[in-house]
Structure formats: C-alpha cells, structure tokens
C-alpha cells in the first residue's frame, strides 16, 4: 500500500515557508517546518511545527531520520540535500532547484569549491538576493513535484 507523501521544510532562513504551506495545502500534503525555533504555529491541521535542539545539524538529522523515499523537502543545505536524495527524498531548493541522484554531486562539488574559496579568501561570501522569480520558478517546481509524488503514491 503507498503512503501519502510529507512536505518537509529546513524553515530556519527559508524565503518559501508561505509558498510552501500553500501548495501542501492544495495537494492535501501535511508539512512539517523543521527549526531551532521562532516560527509561529499555524491552527491549520495539516501543518506541523518541530523545533529541534540548538545544534548544527540538528534540524537536518530530524529531517533525515523522519523523512521517507517519495516524500518532499525543501532546503537550500546541499549536505542536507545529499542526505535525502539518497534516501529517495524529492528535495527542492528554494529558487526552485531541483537536487536529484543526476544533480547532487555536481551541487556537492560546487558547494564544497565555492567553500574553499571564500576560506581562502578568493570569492566574499555573498548569495544573490532572493528574487521574484526564484519565488515563481520555486512554485511551479515545487507543484510539479507534489504532482509526480502524489502520482508515485497512488495505488
């Protein structure tokens, strides 16, 4: 029997909470927002609120440890990406980038460069601002995504 696909979030600095509940919410999906803490409850049923230890992964393990093979995850942790995609995790960035078994090792690498740079003091540690459309670009992936899972799920 398949089992209905979860919606995890790494909400701690996550830009797409909102977008988030609000395609869970059309798909019927319950998500779950993983933090250190200071987020706000919601009343709403489907979505549920974890507030881990303080610690550096401790979100991330939560998330691994709960998450199963055709569920859903938004992060922008590659590690934590990592993680799930080999678990069978269907795992989202927050401008909509898609980290899948064909994807994640170049992001690993890319990740694991651009690291080594700034600690070197080659590149300054900056990200792009987060812009419409990577809000845009992150819903339709993510819509996308529940569609393919929910479809993966159906008997």
């Not at 990577?134 to 929910?150: C, E, H, P, V």
Request: proline share 7%; charged share 25%; aromatic share 4%.
């Amino acid at each position: 029997m398949a089992v209905q696909p979860s919606l995890y979030v790494d909400a701690d600095a996550c830009p797409v909470k909102d977008e988030a509940a609000k395609v869970a919410a059309r798909h019927g999906l319950v998500v779950t927002f993983v933090s250190n803490g200071g987020l706000r409850p919601s009343r709403d049923a489907m979505v549920r609120h974890v507030v881990v230890p303080q610690g550096a992964d401790a979100a991330d393990d939560w998330i691994v440890e709960n998450a199963r093979a055709n569920d859903i995850a938004v992060t922008a942790d590659v590690p934590l990406a990592a993680r799930l995609v080999e678990k069978g995790v269907h795992v989202i960035g927050p401008t909509g980038r898609p980290f899948t078994p064909q994807t994640i090792g170049m992001a690993v690498a890319m990740r694991d460069l651009k690291q080594h740079l700034r600690e070197t003091g080659e590149i300054k540690g900056y990200n792009p601002g987060f812009s419409p459309r990577d809000r845009s670009a992150f819903l339709s992936a993510l819509d996308q995504t529940a569609r393919r899972a929910l479809n993966a799920a159906a008997p």
